[in-house]
């Protein structure tokens, strides 16, 4: 299994960016992928998750209305729509799934949103 995050960067505040994941090494329509984000000295904190169909997603309420998860099966690929972006969104963002019990993380791709 391979995850690879890209798209992060710095912006100002109320700025957007699009964050992906591509993903590959496993049948991907059929495993639910996750955003988790993690800012320093802070836990790590789970953003967004959508299903394998691509049916039902859930985002963390400090996200919600501003974010936005999807995927496209057919590129193996999940992306984080990000709009109206805050400082306190400044975090390291990482892709994951789990496949047949283990986890699965990306390297991670940094969003800095600052002025």
């Known amino acids: 299994v391979r995850i690879v995050e890209s798209g992060g960067g710095l912006v100002q505040p109320g700025e957007s960016l699009r964050l992906s994941c591509a993903a590959s090494?496993?049948?991907?329509?059929?495993?639910?992928m996750y955003w988790y984000r993690q800012a320093p000295e802070k836990e790590r904190e789970l953003v967004a998750y959508?299903?394998?169909?691509?049916?039902?997603?859930t985002h963390a309420d400090s996200v919600k209305g501003r974010f936005t998860i999807s995927r496209d099966n057919a590129k193996n690929t999940v992306h984080l729509q990000m709009n109206s972006l805050k400082p306190e969104d400044t975090a390291v963002y990482y892709c994951?799934?789990?496949?047949?019990?283990?986890?699965?993380w990306g390297q991670g791709t940094q969003v800095t949103v600052s002025s």
């Open positions: 959508i299903s394998g169909a691509g049916a039902s997603t």
């Open positions: 994951t799934t789990r496949v047949r019990g283990a986890d699965y």
């Open positions: 090494g496993f049948t991907f329509s059929s495993y639910g």
